[in-house]
């Protein structure tokens, strides 16, 4: 994988676990508590799939990568 696919994939992946983060508050406004709380450690194991599966992988071959991205999100507070 080149670097900018690699880069692509990982902002994907950021923004599908951001997606995934924001339905919490409306499902928390609009569900039992109970029924949020399925949907909260739903959302917790997508997301640590996310980041394992997906960013990680993408990152591995370029550790400036994973630099670089740490650097916005502490920048910005997101990938840019």
């Given at each position: 994988m080149e670097k900018d696919l690699a880069?692509?994939?990982?902002?994907?992946?950021?923004?599908?676990?951001?997606?995934l983060t924001n339905l919490l508050e409306l499902l928390k406004e609009h569900c039992s508590p109970e029924e949020y709380q399925t949907y909260l450690k739903a959302v917790a194991t997508v997301s640590a799939h996310i980041s394992e599966q997906i960013?990680?992988?993408?990152?591995?071959?370029?550790?400036d990568l994973?630099?670089?991205i740490e650097a916005k999100i502490k920048k910005y507070g997101l990938i840019i």
């Amino acid at each position: 994988m080149e670097k900018d696919l690699a880069r692509h994939v990982v902002r994907a992946g950021f923004a599908s676990m951001g997606k995934l983060t924001n339905l919490l508050e409306l499902l928390k406004e609009h569900c039992s508590p109970e029924e949020y709380q399925t949907y909260l450690k739903a959302v917790a194991t997508v997301s640590a799939h996310i980041s394992e599966q997906i960013v990680s992988r993408a990152t591995a071959n370029f550790p400036d990568l994973e630099a670089e991205i740490e650097a916005k999100i502490k920048k910005y507070g997101l990938i840019i």
